[in-house]
């Protein structure tokens, strides 16, 4: 089979894995969904006859399987107990707020991460070069949500110039579209500002040792014997080939990623799946628990099916081997 | 000794922590990381925390520090000095004994698919493949929330969804001791598949698999710390990760109560931060070894 649609099956075929894990995790396990529910939720017999038979509950387990992957097949996520709405529509408009707070800082995060891994990777070994790796140790020790802490505490509180919690500020009143992108776009400062600090530093790391290899390369030594500048070799010739490997693990990024989002949210309230998740940790909303894992993981797995993808058309040499 | 073990030289060389040492990196992560055990060990002993004491009228609570709390109050008026030293015993034991349990796993599958390869490979790594994949985050806090917030519960959930990279890191090791000529000399003296296991491949992984499990140490103690975090710790064991939750839900940030917020955070950033120094001075003491060998 080629490659495209092997890789394809692949992902299918994952995604039906996390289906099932995620089935056997909340399904199976824990005993019954429902128990779990009314555990936290007052609920009159009727409305659980009514749940168990959505569920399929009355059926055997492979029944209720069965049932779950047709509620799947059907985007059917079930019914959120705290929020009194399907699962479905809330997680639509949470994904949307996680996608531009994750889209905004992975690009910074990228782009001053590679620039400063460059710089310091050649410079190996020189004073600018330990503090940047220094500096990346130690920011890549910090918890997130602390980091978040921090900001707060010193734009939010102690200079107090800038917003440090929710999408927008409330009741707003807007002068036209401009505004009201002007007002999100300071309400975003600081949750990227977070993840950037914290996630660079990978970038930086994972850049460095990838040039410094690539520098020890026989052709960077002709380069430079045709008396290039060290510059022109540097980024015509050192970057081009060191960022091939930092696409291979930005793939392990996304799943990283996701985990920071989720600390950021919570500290800045930003509406996406993390606050989300928070929440319904909070409230026990176990479906919306089991909805978010479900959407996250298939976000992830499809991200690193892209990334797959996107080096196969990026690297040359191994476009031939196909 | 006429066994095969004549055939290799001893891969864990005495002078490991000698070597460590005289890294710079490798010195400073030594120091913090004693330094800190000692904290956790003793000074719990010596500033007893009651989680009972709490204040006994509101000028009491949230109160900067003062002479007989030197890192003021939390927001039921106990004493923050004494909960963050007995916060670090919780906080290091959820990450070494997790880690424990994700060296044990990714250990035992990586050796099992790198050495026997076939379909017990295909099968391990394809289950490794999935769990390095699926977002570890939302993984915990959804089994955190379903299976309770108890200490022994957050260990093995850390520990069951750290191995995966370990798993990798073990297998392709092992794979490339495989093809080395002691392996079927070893056979060819009447070895075991248990034997040469024990006697050739645990003793070449294990350089490798310390160096991972240190790092793993400090993925785990912030494993913690977040779902501490977001609420899922165990109420009766505070670690660092708990204090943080406890100081964000209170407001202690907003109010400025910085002697609150600050001290888990150093903690955790010190602690990961002396266990990474380590972890990266390990691999620069393993890689040359490693490279002149194969």
Redesign the interface.
Known sequence: MSYLPRKLLQVLGSIFAVATFNFFLFHIIPGDPIRLIARTQKLDPEAVAELRKKFGLDGSIIHQYLVYLKNLAHADLGYSFSLHEGVGSVLLRALGHTALLLTVSTLIVVIIGIAIGVYAGSRQGKKSDSWIVISSLVFWSMPTFWVGMLLVFVFGVWWGGLPISGITTPNAVYSGSLSYMMDIARHLILPTLTLALVDIAFFIMITRTSLIEVMHEDYMLTARGKGLSRKTVVWKHGVRNALLPVMTASALYISALVGGAIQVEVVYSWPGMGLLMYNSVLARDYPVLEACFLVSSIVVLLANFASDVLYRVLDPRVSVAR | MSSPQVLHIPPVKRSMLAQLWNDRMGRVGLLLTTFTLIAAVIGPIIFVFDSGAVGADATTLLMPPTRTHILGTDELGRDVFSQFLSGSRVSLLVGLMATVISTIIGAGVGIAAGFFTGKLDTVLMAVTD?F????????M???????GQNLTIIIVIIGLLSWPRTARIVRSQTLSLRERKFVPRARSLGSTNWRIIKVHMIPHVLPLLIANTILVV?GAI?SE??LA????GDPNRISW?SM?HF??ASGA??R?A?WY?MP??LG??LI??AF??VG?AFDKINNPHLGGSS
């Open positions: 999935f390095l994949v699926v977002p570890a985050m939302p993984l806090i959804a089994m955190g929330a379903i299976f400090a912030l710390a977040t975090f977001i609420g899922l990760g943080l100081a964000f940030v907003g400025g910085w917020f888990p955070g955790i950033l990961v931060l990474t120094l990266h």
